[in-house]
Every structure is written in structure tokens, then in C-alpha cells.
């Protein structure tokens, strides 16, 4: 039996663990240099002004609710198809997600269903850049100012992704259209520490929140003190959390955005390769890109036109491919339906997707045969499916 293909997973370089090893070393394991040198090169990364690194991705999306300010009775409208955090923030926050129905083309946020989904209470958007396809940001930012509502972008499938408005070029993270930007640092994402995450911003009122919001609302900057009893105070200003990275994680992620660019373009050959590999197979829906809003991969989702996703799952991974499922649509979770009473039917464009949508294996790691081994099972399982 031939090894098994999982459908993501990180890549660690020896210059990696050796970073890691050197601030074990040092005196700083946490609350040390290696934070602040991590997200000054995010921020310079993706070309915006303020980096705060956090413990996870969902901790950055938990912050950038509270900073963003949402609470009880506010509405937050959000996408049914990501992972569940994107929705839990708002929850967590203490307001109410609305799901926006998704476009059938790009599997994101569908920007007039937003549009169709504001209420006077509706406070922000949470927008997630599907499989690293940036949604539509302009027309996103546009609604969002217009009703002055705070926009976030949950990117954390889409690190190096870019995408254009008005002929200009941008990058994900750069919040040139949004208040701030989240992104994941798991494994599977495209550069890891771990666990670990960032939020971006342009925003420095945001910024500082965040600073405090990630350290127990505590803060020791003598400019943001009422009072200052000596060099020992700090004031909890806030009701925060113990949300930091460590600095050998810091460390790791700084190595490994060393080796971003690279990665991306090893994603984008990938889905070069399994586009050309699929385009006459009719059975086959590929995933869309376009020069206007320019993918990193972090996934590579096919649906399937008429044969059983189920049984394509099944026989892909009795064949070692690791397929998987992104993803379940958030309405339908057990949590949701018993707290916002959603139901089947609430959003047709993404309970479509759902039933038709399969992850291929994509990783920068995976050798040139690995592709060929992938493709070959695919259309080896069509085939048998269609018999
Ligand atoms: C991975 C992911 C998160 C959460 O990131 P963690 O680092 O795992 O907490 C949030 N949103 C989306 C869309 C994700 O894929």
C-alpha cells in the first residue's frame, strides 16, 4: 500500500528548527524581541501599518470582534461556508451572526446578499477569503462605509493572496479595504508556528486595543494611564485575556515567512497542474481565479456534477488520498440551529456547495508525483463512479 496523502501540512526547513532552538537559548521564551521582529514582517508582508500576534487564529478573530466593538444586539453578517470561528467571534462578542448566502462562482460572501442582509442593527461584516480567493472587497468596503460598518477580513486561508480594485494591486492582510485583517498560523495554513495568529490594521486606535485586549486589558504605557504611582503600575483598563504567542513560535513564523512567496507559488503550480488535469472532465467543477482577485490555495476544492460526493470521499481515501470537507455550512450546526433556529433550505447556494464540494491534497511539500498520483485516483474514481 503507497503512502497516504493528507490534504494539507506544514513544511519545517532545519533553518526553521534552528531558530526555534536559539531562542529556547536565550532569556526570553515569552513576552521577548522575537514578537515584535515577528510582526514587524507581517505588517511589512502584506503592506499594512500594525501587526498583534496572538495565540491562534480564532483568538485573532475573538480580538478583532471586541476591538471592532460588536455587543449585545448588534448583528454581524458573515458567511455560512468557513470554518465555524469566523462565526463563533461574533457569538463570542456577545452579538448576533446573520448569514449571507454565498456566490456560486467563488464560493464567497455574496456581496448583494450582504446587501440584502443589513438591518439598522447590523454592525459589521465578517468576510472570509474562501480556499485563499479574496471575496469582493470593493463592493464589501463600499457597503461597509456607506453604513459605517466595521469590516474584517478573515484571512486565514489567504495569506499571499492579492487582489485589484480600480487597476491597483493589493495584498491580502494590507487592510486597504477593510479595519483589520485575521490570520491563522495552524499547520495547514500557509506558513505555521503551530498554533498561532495575526491581526493586521491600519488603525491605530485598533492597534492599541488590541495590544491591551491580548494581555488581560492591562497595559503599562505611562501616556495611556489615568494615574501612575511609580515604575511598578499598570491599570487593567479592559477585560482581556492571555492571548500572546511565544517567542520561539514568533521566531518560527519569522523563518517561515522567509519561505511565503515561495510556498504560494508551489500552491498556485499545484492548481495549475490539477486544472489542466480535470479541464475535460465534465464531471468536474474547478475552483475559480481570476487576475482580479488572485488565490494562494489554501485549499483546492472541486464539486462534483452529478456523482456522489459520499461515495467519491469514501473510495478516495480507501485509495490513501487524503480528500477531505470544507465545509459543513455553519447554520447547520447543532449550536446554530438550536440558538439562531436556522434550518435546511435558509441558504441554497451553500448547502449546493456542501453536497458537491471535495478538498484535494495541497501542500507546498507535495512532489510533482504526488500530484500525478492524485490525478490519477480522481479520474480513476470517476470513472468507476460513472460505470
Ligand atoms: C483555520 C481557520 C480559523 C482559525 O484559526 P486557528 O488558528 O485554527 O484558530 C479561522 N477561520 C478560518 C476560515 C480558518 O480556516
Known amino acids: 500500500m503507497s503512502q497516504f496523502i493528507p490534504y494539507g501540512r506544514q513544511w519545517i526547513s532545519e533553518e526553521d528548527i534552528n531558530a526555534v532552538v536559539e531562542v529556547l537559548k536565550s532569556d526570553w521564551l515569552t513576552q521577548g524581541p522575537a514578537i515584535a521582529a515577528f510582526e514587524e514582517r507581517v505588517a511589512a508582508y502584506c503592506g499594512a501599518r500594525f501587526a498583534v500576534a496572538v495565540a491562534n487564529g480564532t483568538a485573532a478573530l475573538h480580538l478583532a470582534a471586541l476591538a471592532a466593538g460588536f455587543g449585545n444586539g448588534d448583528e454581524v453578517i458573515t458567511s455560512p461556508i468557513t470554518f465555524v470561528a469566523s462565526s463563533n467571534c461574533i457569538l463570542h462578542a456577545g452579538a448576533k451572526p446573520i448569514f449571507a448566502d454565498i456566490d456560486p462562482l467563488t464560493y464567497c460572501i455574496d456581496a448583494k446578499k450582504v446587501a440584502a442582509s443589513l438591518s439598522p442593527r447590523t454592525k459589521g461584516i465578517v468576510a472570509v477569503h474562501f480556499a485563499g480567493l479574496p471575496a469582493g472587497l470593493a463592493e464589501l468596503s463600499k457597503l461597509a462605509s456607506q453604513r459605517q460598518l466595521i469590516l474584517i477580513e478573515d484571512a486565514a486561508h489567504a495569506l499571499g493572496a492579492t487582489y485589484q480594485v480600480d487597476n491597483k494591486t493589493y495584498r491580502v492582510g494590507s487592510c486597504a479595504h477593510s479595519d483589520m485583517t485575521t490570520l491563522s498560523f495552524h499547520p495547514v495554513k500557509h506558513i505555521t508556528t ?16 488590541l495590544l491591551m485586549l491580548r494581555t488581560h486589558g492591562i497595559t503599562r504605557d505611562p501616556e495611556q494611564l489615568s494615574r501612575n504611582e511609580g515604575p511598578w503600575f499598570y491599570e487593567m483598563q479592559d477585560l482581556g485575556f492571555n492571548y500572546r504567542l511565544t517567542d520561539f513560535q514568533a521566531a518560527l513564523g519569522s523563518k517561515q515567512l522567509e519561505r511565503l512567496d515561495a510556498f504560494v507559488e508551489r500552491r498556485r503550480e499545484i492548481a495549475s497542474a490539477y486544472d489542466k488535469a480535470f479541464e475535460q472532465e465534465t464531471e468536474i ?27 467519491a470521499f469514501e473510495s478516495l481515501r480507501s485509495r490513501g488520498i487524503g480528500v477531505n470537507v470544507h465545509y459543513i455550512p455553519v447554520h447547520l450546526q447543532p449550536y446554530y440551529i438550536r440558538t439562531l433556529g436556522h434550518k435546511e433550505g435558509d441558504f441554497p447556494v451553500a448547502e449546493s456547495y456542501y453536497g458537491r464540494a471535495i478538498s484535494l491534497p495541497m501542500f507546498p511539500a507535495m512532489k510533482d508525483q504526488d500530484i500525478q498520483t492524485v ?10 463512479l460513472k460505470n
Open 285 to 311: 467543477i474547478l475552483p475559480h481565479d481570476s487576475a482580479d482577485a488572485r488565490s494562494s490555495y489554501h485549499l483546492y476544492v472541486v464539486q462534483l456534477r452529478s456523482i456522489s460526493r459520499g461515495k
Open 194 to 209: 503551530g498554533e498561532g495568529g495575526v491581526i493586521t490594521t491600519n488603525n491605530e486606535t485598533l492597534y492599541r486595543r
Open 375 to 384: 490525478v490519477r485516483h480522481v479520474l480513476e474514481t470517476l470513472q468507476e
